[in-house]
């Protein structure tokens, strides 16, 4: 069984945080490098963010670009990648619009969070208990199982943090915003952990690229 390339994507301030405080998610990106974003989604088997991310953003994950779909149909593949949460309590709204739009669903939990989030979109979603905890591996297991090859990673936090610290992570692609956020309890793109190799390991660099006024940097966390 293979398990799917992880690409993380996340933008950045100059700061190095995902967001501000304020209640509505505040603007990081530009409209070309969302199209890139919107590109690299086109490309994966599946995206996931965490349930907090949902909760906060109310996100659709979709592809929004119609020839993009047309290709993603003319290879074989579902028109949208599998969309993926993953939650430890089960706290799911089903009322939200990631639930509501695109393709296939699937939940991520831990054997005490499995029944309420059974009882909140069991009729949505695809609900996998993975034991007593949420194990990042066995979750690329069965991701592997079902067919994703590549799956892209949004966030937020606690996840980049949950597979970078695991060792999952094969590429970070990082839009870095020229503006500073400078609120100290605003969300960080990772949040303190112990990394493989600590602070001493240097990931390997493939590529800037320039979008308007974005950088997008290009890292391999195994290489």
């Known amino acids: 069984m293979t398990r799917p390339y992880v690409l993380l994507s ?11 405080r304020g209640a509505r998610r505040f603007p ?13 989604r086109a490309e994966s088997g599946a995206i996931l963010v965490g349930a907090a991310t949902i909760r906060r953003d109310n996100p659709r994950l979709l592809v929004k670009h119609a020839h993009r779909r ?16 993953v939650t430890g309590s089960g706290d799911l709204d089903p009322a939200l619009a990631f639930w509501h739009h695109g393709g296939d669903k699937l939940v991520y939990t831990s054997s005490a969070g499995h029944r309420r989030a ?14 007593p905890t949420v194990d990042f591996g066995a979750l690329l297991d069965d991701l592997g199982a079902r067919g994703v090859d590549r799956l892209m990673v949004e ?4 996840i980049h943090t949950a597979f970078l610290s695991a060792g999952l992570a094969d590429e970070i692609r990082m839009a870095v915003a020229p503006m500073l956020i400078g609120q100290a309890a605003a969300p960080r793109f990772v ?32 290489a």
């Open 10 to 20: 996340v933008a950045v301030s100059v700061d190095g945080y995902i967001d501000d």
């Open 28 to 40: 990081l990106s530009n409209a070309e490098d969302f199209d890139h974003v919107d590109q690299v």
């Open 70 to 85: 047309a290709a993603r149909v003319a290879q074989g593949r579902p028109e949208y990648p599998v969309k993926v949460t």
């Open 118 to 131: 059974v009882a909140a979109v069991g009729d949505l979603a695809d609900v996998v208990s993975l034991g």
């Open 155 to 158: 966030g937020g936090g606690t």
């Open 191 to 222: 949040n303190p952990a112990e990394f493989p190799g600590g602070p001493a390991r240097r990931f390997h660099l493939e590529d800037v690229t320039k979008l308007g006024d974005v950088a997008v940097l290009r890292y391999f966390p195994k």
